[in-house]
């Protein structure tokens, strides 16, 4: 198949730039597309046959379910039942928005794009790309990350071609995504609202709208426990993995600069081509590999927005032992700590 790659200023959509993808679409194909969590690999959530071309294209096991993306509000009304209250306080607060809320799903939506459940994940996305592309195209679309199933989710164009070209109708470049982690995951059809997956809207900022909320026991975990099934069906996956070994080594700065320098030196020295990921404030205490900066400590919204592409930078260079300091697991270092524990296997040296 030939992609088509189509370049859109998101400040300036002009009318007519998004007719052919908005074609393709109705049509049951598929296009990636910008948001402002990570690019989105879209096709026709209500159309079978086009959901299933979806998980073909990325090698996505059929039980892991899709993301239903809304323009409009009234969409809760024809894809769930039952809505409750706080659905409408989360919507108000935070949509349009990096927000994934789970409802009860209405007859419309095929388990198809549910993987079978009875609940659907609903998000209404603000990226002025994504937002014109699903109201233009007046559908609910499915979209997961437009990344093979597995690898790093992708935050600019480039990671898109790289993992679909070829494999999907159009690619819509849109330059680089705004926050760089997937969206917050809450489950709000029991009596209280369960966190699966962390993101850039964090626990504190939800309950401040809705009261005490739950964290699943997965998102929790700091260790590979498979007695603990996440309730979010893609959580359980190796996900957001570099191809090289990614090492998590935590404990104070000093001695975690010291620890790395120490294994990169050993591995380096074995003849492996080595990377450490490193913040502004240890940069220069490296002295071994590719060392690649990812922001200050104080600058979460920076070090979320680089992880992805820095673990990607790290594959095209043929990284095969990568070694990370941690982060703060707190506010948006829980989605930051929460990715780089799934890309790691959970590999983690406390030092
Ligand atoms: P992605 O769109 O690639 O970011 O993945 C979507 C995530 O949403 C996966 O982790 C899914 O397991 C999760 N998800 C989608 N629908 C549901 C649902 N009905 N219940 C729980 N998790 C869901
Ligand atoms: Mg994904």
Redo the contacts with the bound molecule.
């Keep these: 198949m030939k992609t088509k790659i189509i370049k859109i200023d998101s400040d300036n959509i002009l009318p007519d730039q998004l007719e052919e993808a908005v074609e393709i679409l109705k049509q049951g194909g598929l296009v990636a597309f910008p948001t402002e969590t990570v690019y989105g690999l879209g096709a026709d959530g209500l159309n079978k046959e086009a959901s299933r071309k979806i998980y073909e294209a990325k090698g996505r096991p059929s039980d892991n379910p899709l993301i239903l993306h809304i323009a409009h509000l009234g969409a809760l009304k024809e894809l769930t039942i039952d809505c409750p209250e706080i659905g409408y306080q989360l919507a108000e607060a935070f949509w349009p928005g990096p927000l994934t809320m789970i409802f009860h799903k209405s007859e419309i939506v095929p388990y198809s794009a549910t993987g079978g459940l009875d609940t659907v994940a609903i998000r209404m996305p603000s990226h002025p790309i994504a937002y014109e592309l699903i109201r233009q195209t007046r559908a609910y679309i499915a979209a ?2 437009a ?1 093979i ?1 597995g690898r790093p ?1 992708p935050t600019k164009a480039e990671h898109v071609i790289e993992d679909m070209d070829g494999r999907i109708d159009m690619i819509i470049d849109g330059g680089s995504v705004e926050i760089g982690l ?1 969206s917050t995951i809450i489950d709000i059809t029991g009596p209280v609202p369960v966190l699966l997956r962390p993101g850039y809207i964090t626990v504190p900022m939800i309950e401040a709208v809705v009261g005490k909320i739950a964290v699943d026991k997965a998102v929790l975990s700091t260790i590979s426990d498979p007695s603990i099934v996440p309730k979010a069906p ?1 959580m359980k996956y190796k ?1 957001y993995a570099p191809k090289g070994q990614l090492t998590i080594y935590e404990g104070n700065n000093e001695a975690v600069v010291q620890a790395i320098n120490k294994i990169a030196g050993e591995k380096q020295e074995e003849g492996y081509k080595v990377g450490i990921i490193a913040t502004d404030e240890t940069f220069d205490a490296y002295s071994y590999g590719t060392v690649k900066r990812i922001g200050s400590r104080s600058d979460e919204d920076t070090i979320a927005n680089r992880l992805f592409d820095i673990l990607r930078s790290f594959d095209k260079e043929g990284t095969e032992f990568i070694y990370t300091e941690s982060f703060e697991s707190n506010q948006l270092g829980q989605a930051i700590m929460n990715r780089l524990l799934k890309a790691a296997g959970y590999h983690k040296v406390t030092v």
Aim: glycine fraction near 12%; hydrophobic fraction near 0%.
């Design positions: 997961p990350s990344n199933s989710s997937e893609g996900h």
